[in-house]
């Protein structure tokens, strides 16, 4: 059974930075695009981040473009979230997700993802 699982959320002040990491187990998503989204209680789930199978091309949010970097390794099977100068508003449980086929598109709606992550929680004070 595939399964993703995301870790490097914490606590931290404004201007600080953290990694997520999400590896993968159960099987191999190194041919499929993955992204990173978050939600905060009471709204939506957003797009953060998404990348392409081959980490050649990547999209991200206007809210967080210049500050956030995704990645992946696709030998370790593992998506990874950068996040730099970071503000109280990027507070939310993040999660990674994957499509579950060789799309060209990098979407940005949830409902595209089929895999998803039980979340990691990022605090940001200020």
């Known amino acids: 059974q595939a399964q993703l699982v995301e870790s490097g959320g914490g606590l931290v002040q404004a201007g600080a930075s953290l990694t997520l990491s999400c590896p993968a187990s159960g099987r191999t998503f190194s041919s499929v695009p993955m992204g990173w989204f978050r939600q905060t209680p009471g709204k939506e789930r957003e797009f953060v981040a998404a990348?392409?199978?081959?980490?050649?091309?990547?999209s991200y949010a206007d809210s967080v473009k210049g500050r956030f970097t995704i990645s992946r390794d696709n030998a370790k099977n593992t998506l990874s979230l950068q996040m730099n100068s970071l503000k109280p508003e990027d507070t939310a449980v993040y999660y990674c997700?994957?499509?579950?086929?060789?799309?060209?598109?990098?979407?940005?709606?949830?409902?595209?993802?089929?895999?998803w992550g039980q979340g990691t929680q990022v605090t940001v004070s200020s």
């Open positions: 997700a994957a499509r579950n086929g060789p799309y060209t598109v990098l979407s940005n709606r949830k409902n595209d993802y089929q895999y």
């Open positions: 990348i392409n199978w081959n980490g050649y091309r990547t």
